[in-house]
């Protein structure tokens, strides 16, 4: 069956899309309107098409959202999930619901749901440790009924960290990069803090980007500078993913400064931001550097950010920094928490954590990334982000969309937040207003484009029928809350609010009922294999072998259908 919407607003501006239209899908993918030929085949004997027409007067019409970076599958959401079961336990028992409801750490059954009912079709988990990348795999296996892919965790490893000490040629380290993101079958490279994990287990509590690490004798900067080589070089899209050093330090802006710099001009992307954008001044000796960081972005055009925004309420943060975890551990609330070394490959630190509106910290923390949301004037170079759930729960995208949206609501807000953090935040003095187009550019467009997803995130012929459908309404956060309809590849599965079951078309149903995990596929020299091997056999618990994932397995036995995005090109 062809599914017509009929007379809604389009927004793509990837497609140069922002007028009132229809708009058709055939099956899983969206057709031409003028694609008659199509039609026509379909015509019943009394001549009328066999087509379903959706209604969408009065509302807008975008591709299914995608979150770059949010955690929901692997070993750290579990460690979370055991260390927090007794409070989300009685929490549930409370609000008379089950456990796998809890707001900020939902069941992985509970997070695909939410993210459709917001109408995201696609979500990236940014931390997959290799060793544990199976683990990570099988949840993501179950946030059923969205795509989902990973980025695998590099730069703390003792294999990478000797090679750079060693001076290897970048060619070898290029080989174990692409084997790594192969093997695991992730799309992208991520590094935490980098150097710094490792670091913290030769009891170092603090690595600037500049620092010697105490056993390789190599710098952050180092790291940094290898892995965005490597990443650009074997042909991945999406560019290193940094989560860069000192994480919540007043003064860190000048190591996420000294990041960008070691990228040498290289694109690069620096996760959550918010939390890497901090000055020294003022009477509580923090303060917003959201001004520089922008500034930096103006200067280097090789350099996009998600913004990982802080909103008030309880959460839980989950990382593999484990050096700031420790630092942060006794602020946990409630007062408990987890660090773990992890095959001696990375690390893991869980802190529960409750944001306060009247905190002077928390309050900057939740200016800061405003400011940078609305400072940045190029939508597609700042994502929509809560670092889920370390900021925030995902289940706050539609306040924050509000708050960016509409001038007297965040002004509202501020009033509402600690003084002394309103008075010293540039909040108050910012007009900007996101339209609807940049929301779409923001949420849907750029991070399609970089990650090399050409099928989604946009309406052109020939992509994936990931349609979302919002009523107009001057309440932002209620109509990006609570979409008109919601389409997954073709078949119809939100209906205002509600859950529906579309077996109109079968051959569509199949589809979207197949878990997909989108991949990287990248060529290796053989011959560096056993070299890289070797050195993981000096250092490593398992064998290199253990890592790999086949195509097969992931399709088998983890239950998703592994799809390659984006092809390696390797440059010599």
């Not at 059923?144 to 040629?169: E, F, H, K, R, W």
């Not at 690490?213 to 900067?221: L, S």
């Not at 200067?299 to 700031?324: E, L, R, W, Y």
């Not at 187009?437 to 399609?448: L, V």
């Amino acid at each position: 069956m062809i599914t017509k919407i009929q007379a809604g607003r389009l927004v793509d501006p990837q497609s140069g899309l922002d007028r009132v239209a229809d708009l058709y899908f055939d099956g899983d993918r969206i057709i031409a309107a003028a694609d008659r030929a199509v039609i026509d085949q379909r015509a019943l004997p009394d001549g009328d098409a066999n087509i379903r027409t959706i209604d969408a007067t009065d509302c807008v019409v975008m591709a299914g959202g995608i979150d770059l970076h949010t955690h929901i599958g692997g070993g750290k959401v579990s460690i979370a999930r055991m260390l927090l079961a007794d409070e989300i336990h009685s929490h549930a028992q409370a609000a008379n619901e089950l456990s796998a409801e809890c707001e900020y750490l939902p069941a992985a059954s509970v997070t695909a749901r939410r993210y459709l009912d917001m109408g995201y079709t696609t979500c990236f988990e940014p931390a997959v440790i290799p060793c544990n990348a199976r683990s990570a795999h099988a949840e993501m296996a179950d946030v059923q009924g969205i795509d989902t892919g990973g980025y695998c965790l590099l730069g703390n490893d003792d294999v990478l960290l000797s090679m750079i000490a060693d001076g290897v040629p970048q060619a070898m380290i290029n080989d174990y990069v692409a084997w790594m993101v192969t093997a695991t079958q992730c799309i992208a490279v991520k590094v935490v803090n980098p150097g710094g994990i490792n670091a913290f287990k030769f009891n170092v509590r603090t690595l600037d980007v500049d620092s010697r690490h105490p056993k390789y004798d190599i710098t952050p900067g180092d790291v940094i500078r290898t892995l965005c080589r490597a990443v650009h070089e074997i042909g991945l899209v999406h560019p290193l993913h940094v989560h860069c050093s000192n994480l919540g330090v007043p003064g860190n802006i000048e190591s996420t400064l000294a990041t960008i710099r070691a990228a040498d001009g290289l694109p690069i992307h620096l996760t959550h931001a918010q939390f890497h954008c901090y000055g020294k001044d003022g009477t509580y000796g923090m303060s917003s550097a959201a001004v520089r960081l922008v500034e930096a972005m103006r200067q280097h055009p090789n350099v996009t950010i998600d913004v990982g925004q802080v909103m008030f309420g309880q959460t839980v943060t989950i990382s593999a920094d484990a050096m700031h975890q420790f630092e942060n551990f006794r602020h946990a609330s409630p007062r408990k928490s987890a660090l773990v070394d992890v095959e001696c490959e990375a690390g893991c630190g869980v802190v529960p954590f409750k944001y306060r509106r009247r905190q002077f910290v928390h309050s900057l923390q939740w200016a800061i990334g405003l400011e940078l949301f609305l400072l940045i004037d190029d939508p597609s170079r700042v994502f929509l982000t809560t670092d889920h759930p370390n900021g925030a729960p995902l289940t706050t995208y539609p306040h924050l969309l509000a708050l960016l949206g509409d001038r007297s609501l965040r002004e509202t807000a501020l009033a509402e937040i600690h003084a002394d953090a309103a008075a010293s935040s540039s909040l108050g003095g910012l007009d900007r207003q996101y339209r609807i187009d940049e929301i779409a550019t923001m949420t849907r467009n750029a991070p399609a484009s970089i990650l090399g997803l050409t099928d989604r995130g946009n309406l052109n012929a020939g992509s994936l029928a990931d349609i979302v459908i919002y009523q107009n309404d001057s309440n932002l956060e209620r109509m990006f809350a609570r979409p008109k309809y919601v389409f997954r590849r073709g078949r119809m599965v939100r209906h205002d609010g509600a859950v529906v079951v579309d077996s109109t078309n079968s051959s569509s149903a199949v589809a979207a009922e197949s878990q997909t995990t989108l991949t990287a596929k990248l060529d290796c020299d053989p011959k560096a294999v056993q070299q890289f091997t070797d050195r993981y056999q000096e250092s490593a618990t398992m064998d290199l072998k253990r890592i790999w994932i086949s195509d097969d397995e992931m399709s088998d036995v983890i239950g998703s259908v592994p799809q390659p995005a984006s092809a390696g090109a390797r440059v010599r």
